[in-house]
């Protein structure tokens, strides 16, 4: 049986501007992108919706191996306690929804793996901030968002302490893409900092106290035809088999 890893979604809101079709109504959607990454990486994806029912979490959880928390819009900075300055799009109940996913996928030792936004989120969760927008947070920073036409934005990364991505990388500088204006600022408890942009922008984090929560502030997922980044996305179902094995000897 192939793990079973859920995927937080976006939200379109009802007057999405973006949106041709279905208006009026929400909708919950995910890029084919993050799919593709857990099927390449030997999972079976679904998709967590947002509810509000925070009770009925924990019941979501206990049906998934792993959780991928996804990109997307900033999250809302009333939840580092900061005024929001720079932060664009905020849902509340999805930043609500999460975090709660985040929290319990923790304390039930279940690996969770958060990308661009969602490593943001799950920094959140545990405690830590944001820089609201890295241009104006930082001086001469490297060039994180897209190019104007839509194409990938790539950057150098430094692997500054032995972790997960030693294991798939082999080597201390790595190429990622990249897509965001905001990013870690102060880690939240537990996790420790693992890679850095050349600029000092944390491109990566992970909790070596727990079963495994680890975050990017790339986007793997969009690198399909890159082996290692593939590799990023096999390591991470691996370690979700660890929850499918507890679960078939209980």
Known sequence: MKPIIGISVNISPPDDEKRTFSKGVALHLIQHSYIRFVEL???TPIMLPVIKDMEAVDSLIERVDGIIVTGGVDVDPALYNEDNTHSMGVQ????DFEIQVVKEARKKQIPIMGICRGCQAINVACGGSLYQDIPTSFKDPLRHTRAEDGSETFHQANIIVESFLSEIFDQEEIKINSSHHQSVKESGTGLTIVAKATDGIVEAFQCFEDGCTVGVQWHPERLHKDPLQVALGS??????????NREKTH
Do not use: H
């Not at 509340?92 to 930043?95: P, Q």
């Open 92 to 95: 509340r109940d999805r930043d």
């Open 235 to 244: 390591w991470f179902v691996t370690q979700t088999r660890r929850t499918a």
């Open 41 to 43: 990486g030997g999972g």
